[in-house]
């Protein structure tokens, strides 16, 4: 894949393994199927998907009409549900060939995992079934999973297993600095409004 970006699509019963860096993935209508995601620089967006398993690094994920999806996730910022329901989350348990020098490549900091810190844009639509969401952690089930052995020795940053085990703790939220988020809408029209100030000032002479 070589940092490229990727969509997938229209999947059912399918196992995609992309055990490389990329900048940014979308998966879209997909039911049924297994996904792991290596390492992912940028966004991970997950739409109109259901009833999948998803193990993936990024820096940020996000879904949207989804549901029964159970997620085993790194995030470098607070994960986002919009419109989604039945949405468990764990942490992140894969080894991999090159998976850390994948991290390096993708910019992510595996001691800064804020995968807990989810914030549901539509917790208050009457419209959409509950539970919106589910945090497995620190409860979560799960041991660290090797794939791809075919391609070299399974590895991953020792972070990732000392989370997993409970040596470590999970990051505090990006959007507070706590852990608990605060309204997100709130912080994306700050980030706007600096960027526009940052792009102003760069078009001064």
């Not at 764990?90 to 595996?110: H, Q, S, T, V």
């Not at 089930?141 to 052995?149: E, F, K, P, R």
Request: proline share 7%; charged share 30%.
């Amino acid at each position: 894949v070589q940092g490229q970006q990727v969509q997938m699509e229209y999947l059912k019963n399918c196992k995609v393994y992309i055990l490389d860096e990329v900048d940014s993935i979308t998966v879209d209508d997909c039911e049924d199927t297994e996904i792991i995601i290596a390492a992912c620089e940028g966004s991970i967006f997950l739409r109109t998907c259901k009833n999948c398993v998803v193990t993936a690094a990024c820096k940020q994920l996000r879904t949207r009409d989804c549901e029964h999806l159970d997620i085993r996730l790194f995030a470098g910022t607070d994960p986002v549900i919009e419109s989604s329901h039945d949405i468990a989350f764990r942490p992140f348990n894969l080894k991999a060939p090159n998976l850390i020098k994948n991290f390096k490549e993708a910019r992510l900091d595996p001691k800064v995992n804020r995968f807990p810190h989810v914030y549901d844009f539509t917790s208050e639509d009457p419209k959409i079934p509950k539970p919106h969401l589910v945090l497995k952690y620190p409860e979560h089930d799960l041991q660290m999973v090797s794939v791809g052995a075919q391609f070299g020795t399974p590895e991953c940053p020792p972070e990732i297993v000392d989370l997993l085990e409970y040596r470590m703790e999970p990051a505090a939220s990006s959007e507070s600095g706590q852990n608990k988020s605060y309204n997100i809408k709130t912080g994306a029209k700050q980030w706007q409004e600096m960027a526009n100030a940052e792009e102003e000032e760069e078009e001064k002479p």
